[in-house]
Nanobody, 123 residues
Framework: QVRLVESGGGSVQAGGSLRVSCAPS????????MGWFRQAPGKEREGVAS????????YYADSVRGRFTLSQDKAKDMLYLQMNSLKPEDTAMYYC????????????????WGQGTQVTVSS
C-alpha cells in the first residue's frame, strides 16, 4: 500500500520561507514522477512542481518558478519543497503526489496522494 505523508507546513509572514517534506512508503508501481500540488479554499487543486525521481529533472509552475525549489534525498527517500519569498496567495493546503509517468503538474496524471499540509502566509 502506497502512503505519502507530508509535513513541515505552518504559518509565516509574507517574504518568509518554509520547507515542506514528503515521505513516501510502499511500492509505487506506476511512474517515476512525483509532484507537489496545492489547493486554496474555493479553488481547484493546482500543480506547483514536479520531479523525475530517476533523472532529478524538475518542472515548476510559472507562479512559483524562481521562488520554490523541489528536491529529493534518495538516501532518505524524501521529497522536499523549499518555498522562499512566500506571498499571501501561496496560502493553501499542499499535497504530495506520486505515480505519474509524465512529470507534469496536471492533477489527472498522478495516482497517489497524501493528506496534505497547510501553509498560511500572512501579509
Amino acid at each position: 500500500q502506497v502512503r505519502l505523508v507530508e509535513s513541515g507546513g505552518g504559518s509565516v509572514q509574507a517574504g518568509g520561507s518554509l520547507r515542506v517534506s514528503c515521505a513516501p512508503s510502499g511500492f509505487i508501481q506506476s511512474g517515476s514522477c512525483m509532484g507537489w500540488f496545492r489547493q486554496a479554499p474555493g479553488k481547484e487543486r493546482e500543480g506547483v512542481a514536479s520531479i523525475s525521481t530517476v533523472s532529478g529533472s524538475t518542472y515548476y509552475a510559472d507562479s512559483v518558478r524562481g521562488r520554490f525549489t523541489l528536491s529529493q534525498d534518495k538516501a532518505k527517500d524524501m521529497l522536499y519543497l523549499q518555498m522562499n519569498s512566500l506571498k499571501p496567495e501561496d496560502t493553501a493546503m499542499y499535497y504530495c503526489a506520486a505515480g505519474s509517468t509524465v512529470c507534469s503538474v496536471a492533477v489527472r496524471d498522478y495516482n497517489y496522494w497524501g493528506q496534505g499540509t497547510q501553509v498560511t502566509v500572512s501579509s
